[in-house]
């Protein structure tokens, strides 16, 4: 029973810390210079972001932008997924500071970081900042407050507004989706959010497309960006965001959305002794937006070609390979579209040659609008005839560039040589027995004469005659 115990303490002992490792921080580097942000990471392994508390706070930083990216891997059958949120925090000036221990509760767990010195250089670069605005509306609704003397209505300069980075797009082709809400910086008194998350998740449902795939970016705070409007200084709330691709050629629509927003009303005559302001609200209206799908050009596999801006990296885990051993090659797909929808290429295998099923690992981040990643194929191949294959020959990835507008292809450029004699007669060598045979190794091979047991048996029936003889001759001494 004890034994029980302790093999039982010791298992939930081991389980622990794998469990606790599920959720981790990580610290961004430093020195770094003034125009590159500190990050702090949460990255989640095989589960996804549910709740968190807000990032910390860094004394002498301002915190940015955050964005999220996902590392798929597949390996054997099994399919392990990494998801990271990343908080962007801009240094204000020149120093050396500290990022003091903190903890956060993710998912209802609680990580903890030890902090860090971060040291902050002078600028390496200097690359101007811009910012894009779209044709944007708002429509105003009358006040529901009531009309008080002593209470005056004041104009405010903000909008909601749904923004595309593209007007058209090719069928696969990814088109980056935004909600905003600007506001004046001087008016950041006159308007509040009001029941903002039964009010957005109206909103989501409304942006969502039936006809595309979507990656939508994850945030669960909604903060502020400094931007500029035609010269006047905004904040820029992003309320939804998320990387669309067509299915088909159905135009994406995105009808026109409101968000009730509280309005104050300002007292004409402010005074210490009575309210400055009192609420009422007001409905902000963004302009209906239909982006048209557009056809491949004809091609024979126009509608199963992947869509994409991508490049190919490749490497072999040996270049000379003996008949009968096996080596990796590794097709890694890089650059912006829909990852998941890039399959595997099936290889045109000469007679010399067995590729198996690759395993699979797939990285994606999502980032400033963009959707970036690599998608990698690791093919396990078995050599049978000794010779020199060109990898070319075997393998190459068609798909369509939208940036061009024309298909193109992505060819292999490596070569291995196989070494050896003939290996077709050691195919049976090569197979799955069975579980049986793997104790073949570990047993002894030495003959043994078939009649060896027979003899065993004739001296154990002597010796127990012996001892009975022997027991006999006391019992009639005595």
């Known amino acids: 029973m004890r034994l029980f115990i302790l093999l039982f303490l010791l298992c939930v002992a081991s ?15 430093s020195p770094l210079p003034l125009n590159q942000y500190y990050t702090i990471s949460v990255k989640l392994q095989d589960q996804q972001l549910k709740e968190y508390t807000p990032f910390p706070e860094i004394e002498g930083f301002k915190r940015s932008n955050k964005y999220s990216s996902t590392k798929t ?18 240094a204000l000036e020149e120093g050396e500071y500290a990022l003091r221990p903190f903890s956060m509760e993710v998912n209802g767990q609680t990580v903890q970081s030890k902090g860090m010195a971060i040291e902050v250089t002078p600028m390496q670069l200097n690359v101007p900042q811009q910012v894009n605005v779209p044709d944007l509306i708002s429509e105003d609704d009358t006040p529901v407050a009531a009309d008080e003397p002593e209470f005056i209505d004041k104009d405010d300069n903000a909008f909601l507004t749904i923004y595309t980075d593209k007007k058209e797009v090719f069928v696969g082709e990814g088109v980056n989706v935004v909600l905003y809400f600007y506001l004046a910086e001087t008016d950041q008194q006159l308007l509040d959010f009001y029941d903002f998350a039964n009010q957005l998740s109206i909103i989501v449902r409304q942006l969502k497309q039936p006809n595309t795939w979507e990656e939508a970016f994850d945030f669960t705070e909604i903060t502020p960006e400094n931007v500029t409007v035609q010269g006047e200084p905004y904040l820029r709330f992003k309320l939804y965001e998320s990387v669309l691709y067509p299915l088909n050629l159905e135009p994406l629509r995105f009808p026109q959305l409101k968000l009730q927003m509280i309005k104050y009303r300002v007292a004409k005559n402010p005074s210490l002794l009575a309210e400055d302001r009192q609420e009422g609200y007001k409905t902000f209206y963004s302009r209906e937006r239909m982006i048209p799908v557009k056809e491949l050009p004809p091609h024979p596999l126009r509608d199963v070609v992947p869509v994409g801006n991508y490049t190919l990296t490749e490497s072999l885990s040996k270049k000379r390979v003996a008949a009968n051993k096996s080596f990796t090659y590794l097709f890694e797909v890089n650059g912006e579209g829909n990852l998941a929808a890039i399959m595997p290429p099936a290889p045109e295998v000469p007679p010399g040659l067995e590729f198996y099923p690759p395993d699979v690992r797939q990285d994606v981040t999502k980032r400033s609008g963009r959707v970036v990643g690599s998608k990698t194929f690791a093919y396990t191949v078995l050599p049978r005839e000794p010779g020199q294959y060109n990898i070319d020959n075997m393998l190459q990835w068609i798909y369509f560039n939208p940036t061009t507008a024309a298909y193109d292809t992505l060819r292999p450029s490596l070569q291995v040589q196989i070494t050896g004699a003939n290996g077709s007669n050691a195919l049976v060598l090569t197979r799955d027995l069975g579980s049986f045979y793997n104790i073949i190794e570990n047993e002894d091979n030495t003959l043994v004469d078939v009649h060896f047991f027979d003899t065993i048996k004739r001296y154990t029936t002597i010796i127990l005659l012996i001892l009975l003889l022997i027991s006999a001759f006391v019992f009639l001494k005595k």
């Open 73 to 90: 891997i597949i390996t054997g059958g099994k399919t392990t997924t990494i998801l990271t949120i990343t908080q962007n925090y801009a």
């Open 15 to 29: 389980v622990v810390p794998v469990l606790a490792q599920q959720i981790s921080l990580e610290l961004g580097k």
